[in-house]
């Protein structure tokens, strides 16, 4: 029976993968800061775990669903770097060394795209925070010689499922809120711009692209990963096909039967965005990805189709 190591393992994506590996009949260790069956603290029993493992998945971190005020920054990168350190640690140390280790990357690694998508080959990494958290993790990821096990630096888009960024979206369309989200001039204190977490006026008239992907298809992905040896490095995690802001929203309010709110303004999305403690650059910024390696290696998307994803989203969200 082939062992799974689950890095971040209570999280969105880490309870689908257990539930997944568990029915298929695979033996499955998780590691988490609580409720898994290792801490991140306990090196050892991670050296345990990981040594005759067949896969490894690195998950851990916090959510970038706050302010990014110095406190959260600094947890934002520990949280990605020492735990992506501890499994590589492991990996370097084990007598029987994993063949594959996946570990989360961001598509937000990308520049804010109107022009042209980003692929693995042509696209252009960006600036500032959320950017320089990426490639630090990447970097993580690589930073060891692990000759054994080949890695994968999963880039992936929006995931849309029973939980995450559709939940509050659909509490807005209940409330006739929430329309196309319009970007637009707001004053950038030095402090964020220093930091480099200001969100500079980018797409007109809410056209930033949504670059997305199902739950379905993250798990798909690295099904798929473990069986074509000839894949590693950055991959994109996206449906073959985004959208723009406005067909994303009014995608959702058809599915959930409700007329189409109205346009929401960069000034009220600012104001609302410190009211709830996120930021506005994780809907502004326009993210335009293509999912390059995996087209051409023949990978087949499950749910590339938005309408149909949204559906199975929300009817997944019922049942929970």
Known sequence: MSRVVIGGSTGFIGRHLQEKYRREGREVVTVSRSGADLSWGDQAGIDAAVDGAALVVGLAGKSVNCRYNARNRAEIFRSRLETTTALSSAIRRATAPP????????????????????????????TGFSVDVAKAWER??????????????????????????LGP????????LGGTQRDGWWPILPGRRAAGTAHHPGARGGRQRFSWIHVDDVLGIVDFL????????????????PVDNPEFMS?????LGVRFGPATPRWMLELGAIGIRTETELILK????????????????????????????FAATERV
Do not use: C
Request: glycine residues 6%.
């Open 226 to 241: 473990e069986q074509r040896s000839d894949i590693d490095g950055p991959v994109n995690a996206a449906s073959p096909h």
């Open 99 to 126: 063949p594959l280790w996946v570990n989360s990357s961001t598509a937000t690694i990308y520049r804010h795209a109107e022009d042209r998508p980003m692929t693995e080959s042509t696209g252009e990494t960006g």
């Open 140 to 165: 993580a990821l690589f930073a060891d010689a692990l000759p054994a096990t080949r890695r994968v630096a999963l880039r992936t888009a929006i995931v849309l499922g029973d939980a995450g960024v």
């Open 251 to 255: 995608t959702v309010w058809r599915v």
């Open 286 to 313: 326009s993210r335009w990805v293509l999912p390059e390696k995996l087209t051409e290696a023949g990978y087949v998307f499950r749910r590339p189709d938005l309408e149909e994803a949204v559906r199975a989203s």
């Open 169 to 176: 979206i659909r509490t807005l369309a209940r409330l006739g």
